[in-house]
């Protein structure tokens, strides 16, 4: 069965660029002061001493002390709050890709863990099995790439 196509209409091309500036405006919400407050915290101590804190911890990945940052907001807040906090960061390739896959296994905890609760999950079972996932991507990536 073949897809029928008409010709697209001034009301589709209206409907669909407002649905692009709202998905736009969405994510923006989120990245950019995510963006802003991550740089300003470079041009600080605190960034600094929260990379100290978490460098020995976060060597086990391959990822410098700054990623535990990427990684609290991906999994506190959502995946474009980790998003816009790698963008500020200078983070090589091989960094970038381990902390995506860590945060493909285990991002928006608190909002997928209610989730999963309503359809009769144990929310520690979930969180478990996420975080172990997420930590075991990260060994075996870390190595592999």
Request: positive net charge; glycine residues 8%; aromatic residues 6%.
């Amino acid at each position: 069965m073949a897809l029928q196509t008409g010709p697209i209409t001034l009301d589709t091309l209206k409907r669909g660029l407002k649905s692009g500036i709202d998905v736009t405006w969405q994510l923006a919400k989120v990245m950019i002061p995510i963006y802003f407050i991550v740089t300003l915290l470079k041009h600080t101590p605190i960034l600094g001493a929260i990379a100290q804190v978490f460098a020995p911890l976060m060597g086990f990945f391959g990822l410098p002390g700054e990623a535990a940052l990427v990684l609290v907001l991906g999994n506190l807040v959502n995946l474009y709050a980790a998003i816009g906090a790698i963008v500020s960061l200078s983070l090589s390739l091989k960094e970038i890709a381990i902390l995506a896959i860590m945060l493909s296994f285990c991002h928006s905890l608190p909002v997928e863990t209610a989730l999963a609760k309503k359809i009769g999950l144990s929310a520690i079972s979930v969180i478990a099995v996420r975080m172990a996932l997420a930590v075991l991507s990260g060994l075996a990536f870390n190595i592999l790439l």
